[in-house]
Nanobody, 116 residues
Framework: QVHFVESGGGLVQPGGSLRLSCAPSGTDLSRLNMGWYRQAPGQQRDFVARITTGGITSYAGSVKGRFTISRDNAQNTVYLQMNSLKPEDTAVYYC??????????WGKGTPVTVSS
């Protein structure tokens, strides 16, 4: 059974940057398509970015050009580099893979707050 632990969130000023990390337990991350999702207070959980096992990436329009998803198979970690952060990026950020997503199984996420 694969579990993910998200880290790297925190408080940052508008225009600032953060790098989130997603570390698995129980599996080799290299065999999984991975995605980042976020949920703001009172809103649905939304897709942010994904990366395939082959390194193909895609992004939500709201973050395109500002966020970069990447993976380091040697470190068995997926990252989300977030630049030019806006207050509307404030949310709890989660990582997941397709099977756990379909089962609605999520980790605790890492909160990101963008505020002056």
């Amino acid at each position: 059974q694969v579990h993910f632990v998200e880290s790297g969130g925190g408080l940052v000023q508008p225009g600032g940057s953060l790098r989130l990390s997603c570390a698995p337990s129980g599996t080799d991350l290299s065999r999984l398509n991975m995605g980042w999702y976020r949920q703001a207070p009172g809103q649905q959980r939304d897709f942010v970015a994904r990366i395939t096992t082959g390194g193909i990436t895609s992004y939500a329009g709201s973050v395109k050009g500002r966020f970069t998803i990447s993976r380091d198979n040697a470190q068995n970690t997926v990252y989300l580099q977030m630049n030019s952060l806006k207050p509307e990026d404030t949310a709890v950020y989660y990582c997941n893979e397709p099977t756990n997503y379909a089962l609605n199984y999520w980790g605790k996420g890492t909160p990101v707050t963008v505020s002056s």
